[in-house]
Each structure stands twice: as C-alpha cells, then as structure tokens.
C-alpha cells in the first residue's frame, strides 16, 4: 500500500485512521513540483540500500529531475520518522512564490509535471510485488 501526498498536512496516523489502511510499502510526497523557473529533483529517507538503489535507477530515465540530498521539511519525515520509507519530489532554484499573490498556473511547466507523474507512476508499479522487509530499513 504507498499514500502519495500532495502538498497537505496530516500526520501518517491521521492519514492512515481517515483511509483506514495501513501505510506500508513507501510514502511518496509530491510537494511544489513543476515550477517553470526551477528543477524537479527527487530523494528518499528511511529506505533500504536496495530500495534507494533501484529508485535512483528509475530516476536516472528521467534526467530533468536530478537526485539531492534528504531534506526533511515537508510532509514525508513524519512517515519517515516512523520506518516508513519515503521519496519526496519538490523544484529546487524555483521562484520563491509559494503561497504568495503571484502564485498562480503561468508559473508552472506541463512538461515538468507530466516528468513527474510518469516517474511516480513508474516508481509505483515497479513496487508494486515488492515484499515490505525489501523496502525498509
């Protein structure tokens, strides 16, 4: 079971009681992707190595969105605090306007977010028949 999380606030065992489902496999957190002015980059924290490893693997067919170091202010650590593996996507050197007035859709690239979504989309169905001790830590 993955929870794909964009952009809200909730704690993993909020999300999991108003699902009802428990969180196993991994949590993927989409948050501020597809900026026009920035790069996608993709991480993960809480991973086995051969999990890391094949989601680098993966990463490396889409070279618009470069691996980066764990960063751990967004929605993913409070999985990741828990065991429960965690990738993260967000822009890096993006335009500082999130939640600002001049926030609006002429800031962000179709193309980036369709990189995105076929990354995620990829990451998901490759996990998919993966036992959860292969995934953890």
Do not use: Y
Not at 125 to 134: G, R
Request: net charge negative; hydrophobic share 45%.
């Amino acid at each position: 079971m993955f929870a794909v999380i964009c952009n809200i606030n909730a704690q993993s065992r909020l999300v999991s009681s108003w699902f009802g489902f428990q969180i196993e496999n991994c949590c993927i957190n989409i948050d501020s992707v597809g900026q026009a002015v920035g790069t996608n980059t993709i991480m993960a924290m809480a991973c086995s190595t051969a999990f890391q490893d094949h989601i680098s693997a993966l990463a490396q067919q889409a070279p618009g969105i470069p691996w980066t170091a764990p960063w751990p202010e967004s929605n993913h650590s409070t999985f990741a605090w828990r065991g429960v593996p965690s990738i993260a996507f967000t822009t890096a050197g993006g335009a500082n306007l999130v939640h600002q007035r001049h926030d609006t859709i002429d800031w962000i690239s179709p193309a980036k977010l369709e990189e995105v979504a076929a990354l995620v989309t990829a990451i998901v169905d490759s996990l998919q028949d993966k036992p959860l001790a292969w995934c953890r830590a």
